[in-house]
């Protein structure tokens, strides 16, 4: 038999009491949500609704291999990205043998 009760995975661990600022907290059995301050010995309660998505979506991230060939550029390293050509949609190193 245990006594411990499963551990509620929508439980919000806070980092310090809201009321002292105390950091000794400790979960506590009077709701799944509910924390105790060790230090002014309240009780209080953290949950986490949710987020609203946005308004505007955001635009899609460039690849690894896009974003360094922008980075080059923008730095003004043209001899980097000489050493990279594109084949078949893939970066690939190409090395010149003098």
Known sequence: MS?????????????YCPY???EDL???E???FAWKCGECLRIF???FYGQD???VSHAPAKSTEEALRDSLARNGHAAAL?????T???QRKVTHNA
Not at 3 to 15: D, G, H, K, S, V
Not at 82 to 86: D, P, R, V
């Open 3 to 15: 006594l411990r009760r499963a551990p509620n995975p929508n439980r919000n661990f806070p980092t």
């Open 20 to 22: 002292c600022a105390g």
């Open 26 to 28: 400790y979960p506590n």
């Open 30 to 32: 009077e709701t799944d």
């Open 45 to 47: 309660e953290v949950k």
């Open 53 to 55: 998505d946005p308004a």
């Open 82 to 86: 000489a050493g990279f050509s594109e």
């Open 88 to 90: 078949d949609g893939n």
